[in-house]
């Protein structure tokens, strides 16, 4: 793959990728008709240099942008209150989110927020409320700034509520955004800890996607190569960035997202309520909890295990391989191997094991997951 020219994808919608692609997008905007968007960040990358310069860029092309990112780094439904309401006292005529998930996500959110003014969570796709979006929507534009979620490429939004930290899902067809501009340059200056901790996410998408229960082939190609190019990539990507790790690591993350479809499972459950309950950050989340989902995973699904490992060119083609390989990979990438190593204490695995239970992913893993194999899996965690 070439990373010195932006080339562009039509799957599952229109990515424009590669180094310097983020300039298209004044001429974009312009070519569309749109001269108001709403910018929605989160609140550090409001304050950094290349930010600010596409602010001033688009302003330099006649554009107007208003900018939110009063939200918190795992959202909430009033942040999504919040930014409807700006778009709406500011005139705006468009969205445009940049950042990782937490961003993105709001950002998908306000898109729906703007036509369809029922309580957001009436829109909960686990209760059939995606059936009720059925309005138009603001021109909405992606520009992922980290190599995780693959929000980007996205058709959902998971917002918690303020009150119960419960995650939603919002989901429709119609919030997957016009165009998503791939620029690996703009994930350049992540730190270390934060590359880290969103590849590791990527590689969670690609893992429990693959082995969802959910047959879709497409989607288990998709996340085969997601792994491999992680594999090979995200050790450079954390511990020595260049343009063709970043650049890999992107794609890998895109193929994540695409490969979700398909479904997670039993790791994203144990992530969500560290996320809502004690703020943690969700990649961080995934990569703690990792290699015990996978190891419960592993009756029964013996011949999937084999193909990841031979996916990640381990010696030995098994479960046991893959998750040794998963526990060393963390530790070369930096991220602890137990969850007391991120804040999590003994007093708080039974409210977590409530809401892992309650939690949407879970329902697609391979094999059941009740509450006490979640409490199970935490203290071995912890």
């Not at 609140?43 to 930010?51: E, R, S, T």
């Not at 381990?314 to 990438?333: I, P, Q, S, W």
């Given at each position: 793959m070439r990373f010195d020219k932006v080339v562009q994808y039509n799957f599952p919608t229109t990515i424009r990728f590669g180094a310097g692609a983020i300039h298209e997008l004044g001429?974009?905007?312009?070519?569309?008709?749109?001269?108001?968007?709403?910018?929605?960040?989160?609140?550090?990358?409001?304050?950094?240099?290349?930010?600010?310069?596409?602010?001033?860029?688009?302003?330099?092309?006649?554009?107007?942008?208003?900018?939110?990112?009063?939200?918190?780094?795992?959202?909430?439904?009033?942040?999504?209150?919040?930014?409807?309401?700006?778009?709406?006292?500011?005139?705006?005529?468009?969205?445009?989110?940049?950042?990782?998930?937490?961003?993105?996500?709001?950002?998908?959110?306000?898109?729906?927020?703007?036509?369809?003014?029922?309580?957001?969570?009436?829109?909960?796709?686990?209760?059939?409320?995606?059936?009720?979006?059925?309005?138009?929507?603001?021109?909405?534009?992606?520009?992922?700034?980290?190599?995780?979620t693959g929000s980007e490429v996205g058709r959902s939004a998971i917002i918690a509520d303020d009150i119960t930290h419960q995650k939603k899902i919002l989901f429709s067809p119609k919030l997957l955004a016009k165009i998503v501009f791939a620029d690996p340059e703009l994930t350049m200056g992540l730190p270390p800890a934060v590359t880290a901790a969103t590849g590791m996410d990527a590689l969670t998408h690609n893992m429990e996607a693959y082995i969802a229960k959910n047959p879709h082939p497409m989607c288990e190609g998709i996340a085969l190569e997601g792994m491999s190019l992680i594999a090979q990539f995200i050790e450079a990507a954390v511990n020595k960035p260049t343009l063709e790790a970043r650049s890999n690591m992107l794609i890998a993350s895109i193929m994540g997202a695409v490969a979700f479809q398909k479904g997670l499972g039993v790791v994203h459950s144990m992530a969500h309520p560290l996320?809502?309950?004690?703020?943690?950050?969700?990649?961080?989340?995934?990569?703690?909890?990792?290699?015990?989902?996978?190891?419960?995973?592993?009756?029964?699904?013996?011949?999937?295990?084999?193909?990841?490992?031979?996916?990640?060119?381990?010696?030995?083609?098994?479960?046991?391989?893959?998750?040794?390989?998963?526990?060393?990979?963390?530790?070369?990438?930096?991220?602890?191997?137990?969850?007391?190593?991120?804040?999590?204490?003994?007093?708080?695995?039974?409210t977590l094991a409530d809401l892992a239970f309650a939690d949407f992913a879970h329902p697609n893993n391979p094999k059941p997951v009740t509450r006490e194999n979640f409490k199970d899996l935490y203290l071995k965690a912890l």
């Open positions: 001429d974009y905007l312009k070519t569309n008709g749109l001269q108001k968007p709403l910018i929605v960040t989160d609140p550090i990358i409001a304050q950094l240099d290349f930010f600010k310069k596409i602010v001033q860029d688009l302003g330099a092309k006649g554009i107007s942008v208003e900018v939110f990112y009063d939200i918190h780094k795992n959202p909430v439904k009033s942040d999504v209150y919040k930014g409807g309401d700006a778009y709406d006292q500011t005139n705006r005529d468009s969205i445009i989110g940049i950042g990782g998930g937490a961003a993105l996500d709001v950002a998908r959110a306000i898109v729906l927020r703007v036509n369809h003014r029922e309580d957001l969570f009436v829109y909960d796709d686990l209760i059939g409320g995606d059936i009720y979006v059925t309005n138009e929507v603001p021109h909405f534009i992606t520009i992922p700034t980290t190599s995780g996320s809502s309950l004690l703020d943690t950050h969700h990649g961080l989340a995934n990569a703690v909890n990792l290699p015990y989902g996978m190891e419960f995973n592993i009756e029964g699904c013996e011949s999937q295990f084999k193909r990841m490992a031979k996916t990640l060119d381990l010696k030995e083609e098994n479960g046991k391989a893959v998750v040794d390989y998963l526990f060393e990979l963390n530790t070369r990438v930096g991220i602890p191997h137990h969850l007391s190593g991120i804040g999590v204490k003994e007093s708080h695995i039974e």
